[in-house]
Structures are given as structure tokens and as C-alpha cells.
């Protein structure tokens, strides 16, 4: 199995800035894209960045500019450093794994979430 250890949320004013964690462990052989999506209140998940395995990014329009994904492919883990954070980012915060584990089977998990809170 693969676990996915989030880190970093907390509480910010807007303006602010906060940085996430997410390790992978388990028994991962590689690990395709890594990514951070949120939820926010009555609200369905979205996508707010992707990391691939070669660091290619990608961004939500609501985010570019502010947020930067990043990734250490050696400790299997994902980073999102989020800066001029608004009331708007305010969300659980889930990080996404696609890996490849033991015996060549590819699977998709999630973290549990943290939960990012920007006062206005």
C-alpha cells in the first residue's frame, strides 16, 4: 500500500504565505504526476497544481502567479509554496499521488487533507 503524509496547513492572514508537504511511502516503484487539489466548503474539489515526473507544472488560473508546485523525486515528495494568499484559498488542501507500486500495478491515492484557513 501507499500512504500520503500531508504537512504544513494552518491558519494565515491574507497576504500571507504557507508551504505544504506531501510524502509518498509505501511500496512505490515510481511515481507519475504528484498534484494538490482543495475543497473548500459546499464546494467540489479542484485541481490546483500538478507536478510530473520530468517537473513539468501545471496551474489552476486562480493560482498562477501566487503558488508553486514543486517536487523531490528522490524522497517521493511533493511541495506547494503558496504566497499573496487570499480569504478565496481558504480550503482542505489534498495532495495526489499516481504511482506505480509493486508487481506493476498503477494506482491513484490521496492524502487526508489539511486545512488552509486565509483571514481576510
Known amino acids: 500500500q501507499v500512504q500520503l503524509v500531508e504537512s504544513g496547513g494552518g491558519l494565515v492572514q491574507a497576504g500571507g504565505s504557507l508551504r505544504l508537504s506531501c510524502a509518498a511511502s509505501?511500496?512505490?516503484?515510481?511515481?507519475?504526476?504528484m498534484g494538490w487539489y482543495r475543497q473548500a466548503p459546499g464546494k467540489q474539489r479542484e485541481l490546483v497544481a500538478t507536478?510530473?515526473?520530468?517537473?513539468?507544472?501545471n496551474y489552476a488560473d486562480s493560482v498562477k502567479g501566487r503558488f508553486t508546485i514543486s517536487r523531490d523525486n528522490a524522497k517521493n515528495t511533493v511541495y506547494l509554496q503558496m504566497n499573496s494568499l487570499k480569504p478565496e484559498d481558504t480550503a482542505v488542501y489534498y495532495c495526489?499521488?499516481?504511482?506505480?507500486?509493486?508487481?506493476?500495478?498503477?494506482?491513484?491515492?490521496w492524502g487526508q487533507g489539511t486545512q488552509v484557513t486565509v483571514s481576510s
Open positions: 509505501g511500496s512505490i516503484v515510481s511515481i507519475n504526476d
Open positions: 507536478v510530473a515526473s520530468n517537473m513539468a507544472t
Open positions: 495526489n499521488a499516481d504511482c506505480w507500486i509493486y508487481r506493476g500495478v498503477r494506482s491513484n491515492y
